[in-house]
């Protein structure tokens, strides 16, 4: 099993429409959580970092469930520019785990007129 | 922000040579720098961690000989593909923990297309 799984997608989503994906991860000692934004043949941007409580960034919003281990992004109102791969990207943190990021599949979001 | 920036963005060499790639942290220092490899369409794995002054970490699978890491700066961590093949195309990457105050994310170089013809 991944440590780190998501919906490979493509999510179609039409422009202006709303899309949420989930993440999900294994190991319970996972300390931070974010989402990165990957373009076709780029590297990953960071997108957001996902706190306990939730945290909203303009038109995306994430959360955390660590009851059930995984974690959401939801875009609202969806431009043609947020059509990319979306990583959700785990850590444990600290000198044992040597801070490294664990990354998920990547979920696939295209966005049409 | 923090900015690592990475050279070559892509490279094309014969099969059996050594390829060279850099990795820089800009205006801050990368104690650690992390070391991707991303094959098409999937999601990138990481190869080592890249340790300043001492020895690279590598992950189970692979080849401390074949990929070969040096970390002489903090601000500069390289790394080279030994007797490249064509089964070592793929996208490589580097990454930098952003430095205090920075937030808790990774920032990334801009990636680097090796393709062993």
């Known amino acids: 099993r991944k440590e780190v799984e998501q919906d490979p997608g493509p999510f179609n989503v039409p422009e202006g429409a709303t899309v949420a994906f989930n993440c999900t991860y294994s190991?319970?000692?996972?300390?931070?959580f974010f989402w990165y934004r990957q373009d076709c043949r780029k590297e990953p941007k960071l997108l957001m970092s996902?706190?306990?409580s939730g945290n909203e960034d303009g038109r995306f919003t994430a959360q955390l469930n660590r009851a059930s281990q995984y974690i959401s992004l939801l875009i609202r109102d969806s431009k043609l520019s947020d059509s990319a791969t979306y990583l959700c990207v785990v850590n444990k943190r600290g000198k044992a785990a040597g801070n490294k990021l664990t990354f998920g599949g990547g979920t696939r979001v295209l966005v049409k007129p | 922000g923090a900015v690592v920036s990475q050279h070559p963005s892509w490279v094309i060499c014969k099969s059996g040579t050594s390829v060279k790639i850099e990795c820089r942290s800009l205006?801050?220092?990368?104690?650690?720098m992390f070391w991707y490899r991303q094959f098409p369409k999937q999601s990138l794995m990481l190869m080592a961690t890249?340790?300043?002054?001492?020895?690279?970490?590598?992950e189970q699978g692979v080849e401390k000989d074949k990929f070969l890491i040096n970390h002489a700066s903090l601000t500069l961590s390289t790394l080279t593909v030994t007797s490249a093949h064509p089964e070592d195309s793929s996208f490589y990457i580097c990454s930098a923990r952003d430095p205090p105050g920075g937030g808790y994310g990774y920032t990334f170089g801009s990636g680097t297309r090796l393709t062993v013809v």
């Open positions: 890249s340790n300043e002054g001492s020895k690279a970490t590598y």
């Open positions: 190991n319970s000692a996972s300390q931070s």
């Open positions: 205006d801050f220092q990368a104690t650690t």
């Open positions: 996902v706190y306990s």
